[in-house]
């Protein structure tokens, strides 16, 4: 993916934005201070879910907002062969206006513009430590009001763009220039942690670790359409991860009436709740399985909502039936061998999900 900021793909997202004011704080200050000793790297970690890329498009917003040239690359699974890839994907492909604002671009090495086709099959024998000069020298010349490079799932990202930013973060630039990382911190690679690290104690890094969304954020801006109970119970199953409390509300609200009023935990499995619209992925899998119980079919759609990370607790706050229950459920399931348990434990699978 290779936009300019001002592409759709990178706009704020049309929903609510909650509960992370302390940590837009933390970025508004960064770029009060930037080019004048303050940190030039932000390094956002977290679990998968925990709202890591939103809040880059967040801070992409508010930067352009302040007039700063926005470039956002992200790092992917797949291309770790490509060298510089995420840099890549955020230098390759600038609009006009981010040229006219930010000239010192057209001035960055070709292999950061996406120019590896040499270097695919690791035929680059480039000067590296040549390039990384390079390229800090040109940052280093950015001027006016300013660039910020969102680089998103750096987890994922090549040997090349590790020691590019390790480079970065030992030699700060003077300029207003940031670079934002955003990355899960279990899947780094030890020598992108170590470098980030040094960078906190040097001061070149201000770290944020993203931790759960607040319930009550959750509750009243994101789930205002439920009983504030019903919310509460999905926020708690969801334990404040956005991802799994936005997964378990759409899964909640597909698995009933709209509107209907929320059943009280303990309720019967064959309640009002298994007769409401479905989504595509359980209408088909209940269409299959028109011999099983409704409790069994509602986890058996749900958890084909949730995939790898759906747990019994998790079950039971979508489908309002105590855990127990849900559990017996899961037996009948997997007798019939429609559901596996994954590997992870505590975790189930849909069969045949991989
Ligand atoms: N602070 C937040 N307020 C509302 N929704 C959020 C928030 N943070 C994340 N989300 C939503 O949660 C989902 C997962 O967030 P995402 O940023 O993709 O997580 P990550 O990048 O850490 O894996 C997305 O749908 C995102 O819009
Ligand atoms: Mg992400």
Same mark, same amino acid.
């Given at each position: 993916?290779?936009?300019?900021?001002?592409?759709?793909?990178?706009?704020?997202?049309?929903?609510?934005?909650?509960?992370?004011?302390?940590?837009?704080?933390?970025?508004?200050?960064?770029?009060?201070?930037?080019?004048?000793?303050?940190?030039?790297?932000?390094?956002?970690?977290?679990?998968?879910?925990?709202?890591?890329?939103?809040?880059?498009?967040?801070?992409?917003?508010?930067?352009?907002?302040?007039?700063?040239?926005?470039?956002?690359?992200?790092?992917? @699974?797949?291309?770790?062969?490509?060298?510089?890839?995420?840099?890549?994907?955020?230098?390759?492909?600038?609009?006009?206006?981010?040229? +006219?604002?930010?000239?010192?671009?057209?001035?960055?090495?070709?292999?950061?513009?996406?120019?590896?086709?040499?270097?695919?099959?690791?035929?680059?024998?480039?000067?590296?430590?040549?390039?990384?000069? +390079?390229?800090?020298?040109?940052?280093?010349?950015?001027?006016?009001?300013?660039?910020?490079?969102?680089?998103?799932?750096?987890?994922?990202?090549?040997?090349?763009?590790?020691?590019?930013?390790?480079?970065?973060?030992? =030699?700060?630039?003077?300029?207003?220039?940031?670079?934002?990382?955003?990355?899960?911190?279990?899947?780094?690679?030890?020598?992108?942690?170590?470098?980030?690290?040094?960078?906190?104690?040097?001061?070149?890094?201000?770290?944020?670790?993203?931790?759960?969304?607040? @319930?009550?954020?959750?509750?009243?801006?994101?789930?205002?359409?439920?009983?504030?109970?019903?919310?509460?119970?999905?926020?708690?199953?969801?334990?404040?991860?956005?991802?799994?409390?936005?997964?378990?509300?759409?899964? =909640?609200?597909?698995?009933?009436?709209?509107?209907?009023?929320?059943?009280?935990?303990?309720?019967?499995?064959?309640?009002?709740?298994?007769?409401?619209?479905?989504?595509?992925?359980?209408?088909?899998?209940?269409?299959?399985?028109?011999?099983?119980?409704?409790? @069994?079919?509602?986890?058996?759609?749900?958890?084909?909502?949730?995939?790898?990370?759906?747990?019994? @607790?998790?079950?039971?706050?979508?489908?309002?039936?105590?855990?127990?229950?849900?559990? +017996?459920?899961? =037996?009948?399931?997997?007798?019939?061998?429609?559901?596996?348990?994954?590997?992870?434990?505590?975790?189930?699978?849909?069969?045949?999900?991989?």
């Amino acid at each position: 993916m290779s936009v300019a900021y001002d592409a759709p793909a990178v706009r704020a997202d049309s929903e609510p934005f909650v509960s992370r004011s302390a940590e837009v704080d933390r970025l508004d200050a960064v770029l009060e201070r930037l080019a004048d000793g303050g940190p030039s790297v932000v390094d956002i970690t977290g679990e998968a879910g925990i709202g890591k890329s939103r809040l880059l498009t967040e801070f992409g917003v508010r930067a352009r907002r302040r007039g700063m040239t926005v470039l956002r690359g992200q790092a992917a @699974e797949y291309e770790r062969h490509s060298p510089f890839q995420p840099f890549a994907d955020a230098f390759a492909w600038v609009g006009r206006r981010d040229l +006219e604002a930010v000239p010192e671009l057209r001035e960055l090495p070709a292999m950061l513009r996406g120019s590896f086709e040499e270097a695919s099959s690791g035929r680059w024998t480039g000067d590296r430590f040549g390039l990384y000069q +390079e390229t800090a020298a040109v940052l280093g010349r950015v001027r006016g009001t300013g660039l910020a490079v969102l680089l998103d799932d750096l987890h994922w990202a090549d040997p090349a763009s590790l020691e590019l930013l390790d480079y970065l973060i030992r =030699h700060p630039l003077r300029a207003p220039v940031l670079l934002v990382v955003a990355r899960r911190d279990r899947q780094t690679p030890m020598v992108l942690t170590t470098a980030l690290t040094r960078g906190v104690d040097t001061g070149a890094v201000l770290r944020i670790a993203l931790g759960p969304l607040g @319930e009550r954020d959750c509750v009243e801006e994101l789930a205002r359409d439920l009983p504030p109970r019903r919310a509460a119970e999905i926020y708690a199953a969801s334990e404040g991860n956005p991802l799994y409390f936005l997964t378990l509300l759409q899964a =909640h609200r597909g698995s009933r009436p709209p509107l209907m009023p929320s059943p009280p935990l303990s309720a019967p499995a064959e309640g009002p709740t298994g007769s409401g619209p479905r989504t595509g992925l359980e209408a088909l899998l209940l269409d299959e399985l028109p011999s099983l119980e409704p409790l @069994e079919r509602r986890i058996l759609g749900a958890t084909a909502v949730l995939g790898d990370h759906a747990t019994p @607790e998790m079950l039971g706050a979508i489908t309002a039936v105590p855990v127990s229950e849900v559990v +017996e459920a899961l =037996h009948q399931v997997m007798k019939r061998d429609l559901m596996r348990p994954s590997n992870a434990q505590d975790l189930i699978a849909v069969r045949g999900d991989g």
